[in-house]
């Protein structure tokens, strides 16, 4: 069974950056795994943020940027804001069988 | 501009059928190459993948949920189904469906709000 890790939970001041990791228990994650990022706030629907690895949303800030950095997705939040404060998430493609599997999300607080 | 909605009952009793259907409304649901897409959260967990439909024919399902599941287009209604047979309480969550962008610029957009589905008797 395909695991994609994420951070439980991560802490930014106002104003500081923050990277968000995204793991696959199948190995390194690369661009044909098609990372997406997603955003969501209470009693809300997510929202994409970021998708194919660094592509931004037309509505998401440019603080946000998305990459790949040893062997995982990577979301940073660069000058963070009060508003961030979020959960996320990160999704993969694997194709095959099981085409997409989430990760279990991070609870960003910016304090 | 393309918007989807969620609808169905939101009671269903345990080992019962849970039917949703999602609307799209500002495009016909079969113009292009997508993959229009099931997502459901269960409260105060996270996003799990269900499944989707490709508008040009195939679906593909999450194997742990593969042999109570069945999804489908119907493009008279410009509708995504999703049919989840023999639910028990593990399956209440609220129900998302999306459209999925095939490569290289992968994306999920739009969401609906969401449906929320309660198994209970």
């Known amino acids: 069974q395909t695991v994609v890790t994420q951070e439980p939970s991560l802490t930014v001041s106002p104003g500081g950056t923050v990277t968000l990791t995204c793991a696959s228990s199948?190995?390194?994650?690369?661009?044909?795994?098609?990372p997406n990022w997603f955003q969501q706030k209470p009693g809300q629907a997510p929202r994409t943020l970021i998708y194919?690895?660094?592509y931004r949303h037309s509505w998401t800030p440019a603080r946000f940027s998305g990459s790949l950095l040893g062997g995982k997705a990577a979301l940073t939040l660069s000058d963070a804001q009060p508003e961030d404060e979020a959960d996320y998430y990160c999704?993969?493609?694997?194709?095959?069988?099981?085409?997409?599997?989430f990760g279990g999300g991070t609870k960003l607080t910016v304090l | 501009q393309v918007q989807v909605e969620e609808s169905g009952p939101g009671l269903v009793k345990p080992s019962e059928t849970l039917s949703l259907a999602c609307t799209v409304s500002?495009?016909?649901?079969?113009?292009?190459?997508?993959?229009w897409t099931w997502i459901r959260q269960p409260a105060g967990k996270g996003l799990e993948w269900i499944g989707r439909?490709?508008?040009?024919?195939?679906?593909n399902y999450n194997p742990s949920l593969k042999s109570r599941l069945t999804i489908s287009l119907d493009t008279s209604k410009n509708q995504l189904s999703l049919k989840l047979s023999s639910v028990t309480a593990a399956d209440t969550a609220v129900y998302y469906c999306?459209?999925?962008?095939?490569?290289?610029?992968?994306?999920?957009?739009?969401w609906g709000q969401g449906i929320l589905v309660t198994v209970s008797s």
């Open positions: 999306a459209r999925q962008t095939g490569v290289p610029e992968v994306r999920f957009d739009p």
């Open positions: 500002g495009d016909s649901i079969n113009s292009g190459a997508y993959y």
């Open positions: 439909a490709l508008t040009t024919g195939g679906v």
């Open positions: 199948t190995g390194a994650v690369t661009s044909g795994y098609y």
């Open positions: 194919s690895t660094d």
């Open positions: 999704l993969l493609h694997y194709g095959g069988s099981h085409p997409w599997v």
